[in-house]
């Protein structure tokens, strides 16, 4: 693919590749992060003082799009639905050496307790997915008011059912039930979320265990795009149980013990952070992850130039304009593109990455790939 001048690159970059280009005819520039694995090849010197670009890299310019704003965005846009496509076929391949093996697909066994809409479309997704990889899932619906022992009996036959070979519990739960007990309830050969404390303390301690689906989500795109954490200043934004509190463990983790773990250094900032210490954070981070649900939290003076931003935040936002109400994340898209290198879009980001690290995840429990883990009551 051949583009003409450079409108498309960063503009450090940019000004690298003309240095090098008055001096060579052809380069190869790996020295900026933003086009380090794009793999810039200069084609010809150029009259304008421009270069014309090969790009034979993973990443197409097209990726980098101009806002309704008509304002460029800087920012490669990591498109979770590619990502979530290739965990997709990549579980569905491996499904079938399973079905070939022991002659039946995985199965997930989903509850939903209550009508909260939110929750509904969240499970209508991952069975969904489910159907679409080849995984066979039931959904299991219980009434808001529910008893906390009924469902911890619901989740007990779901265990002994020898053909379920994993179990989510759809978060939140309603204010009477706790959810502690409940994640802890689940069998841990099926806890395909690994919300049981058990698994909790494993990520602690360097064991390789099944991950939370959201963390794995973000350690997955992180990978994918080739955004290095070693060494990094990692700012995470949010400090939930089940997403950022994972993600600080196993990115802080020492690499050479545990596959997943980023060697990063890691901040967690939360919601009693002064704003002055949070903005501190952001701006000096090489990355940051933010999970709090706070539409526009991270905006693009709280950014350096160069920053990989990750948003794992979800909420509704009402436009008073339009009298319609749109899916967003934590970061301020447009204010942020401008200066990060890398950035997730909401929706389409981390969203569907995680729902591909349930397949996965269930696709791991009916392999038994943590069988020989020991199961503690
Ligand atoms: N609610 C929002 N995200 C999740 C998740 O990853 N797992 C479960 N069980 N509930 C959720």
């Known amino acids: 693919m051949t583009v003409a001048g450079v409108a498309c690159i960063c503009v450090s970059a940019r000004i690298h590749l003309q240095k090098l280009s008055s001096k ?19 084609q010809e010197k150029p009259n304008s003082g421009q270069i014309n670009v090969t790009l034979t890299g993973l990443v197409s310019v097209s ?18 639905r590619s990502i ?5 076929n990549e579980v569905k391949a491996d499904l079938q050496t399973l079905v ?11 509850i939903l307790v209550g009508e909260d809409p939110a929750s509904q479309i969240y499970v209508r997704n991952k069975v969904k997915a489910a159907s679409l990889t080849g995984i066979q899932s039931e959904e299991v619906k219980l009434p808001a008011s529910v008893s906390q022992t009924d469902l911890l009996t619901t989740i007990q036959h779901l265990n002994l059912r020898t053909e379920v070979d994993a179990i989510l519990v759809q978060l939140p739960l309603p204010p009477h039930i706790e959810e502690r007990v409940v994640c802890d309830a689940v069998t841990q050969s099926k806890d395909v979320d690994g919300f049981h404390v058990v698994h909790m303390g494993r990520l602690l301690s360097d064991v390789d265990t099944i991950l939370p689906c959201t963390p794995a989500a ?12 070693c060494g990094k200043k990692v700012t995470l934004v949010g400090r939930s149980k089940h997403v950022c509190l994972p993600l600080a463990i196993l990115l802080q983790a020492d690499r050479s013990k545990l596959p997943t773990g980023g060697d990063a250094t890691v901040t967690i900032c939360h919601r009693n952070t002064p704003q002055e210490l949070l903005t501190q954070s952001t701006q000096s981070a090489d990355i940051i992850i933010s999970g709090t649900g706070i539409p526009r939290l991270i905006t693009g003076d709280m950014v350096k130039e160069g920053v990989a931003v990750i948003d794992v935040g979800f909420s509704m936002s009402y436009n008073h304009d339009t009298g319609k109400s749109k899916l967003v994340g934590d970061v301020d898209f447009e204010g942020v593109s401008q200066k990060a290198t890398y950035i997730t879009p909401v929706p389409g980001g981390v969203g569907p990455v995680t729902v591909a690290m349930l397949m996965k995840n269930t696709l ?7 069988r020989t883990l020991p199961v503690y009551m």
């Not at 979530?84 to 997709?88: D, M």
């Not at 973000?218 to 080739?226: A, C, D, M, N, S």
């Open 84 to 88: 979530s496509a290739e965990v997709h």
């Open 364 to 370: 791991r429990l009916a392999r038994g790939d943590f």
């Open 63 to 80: 990726r980098r799009h101009f806002h309704k704003t008509q304002r460029r965005c800087l920012a490669q846009v990591i498109d979770g």
């Open 100 to 110: 070939t093996e022991r002659g039946r697909p995985p199965s997930l066994s989903v």
């Open 24 to 42: 060579y005819q052809h380069v190869k520039c790996f020295h900026h992060q933003c086009c380090a694995r794009r793999n810039f090849v200069s």
């Open 218 to 229: 973000v350690l997955e795109i992180l990978r994918r795009t080739g955004i290095e954490t």
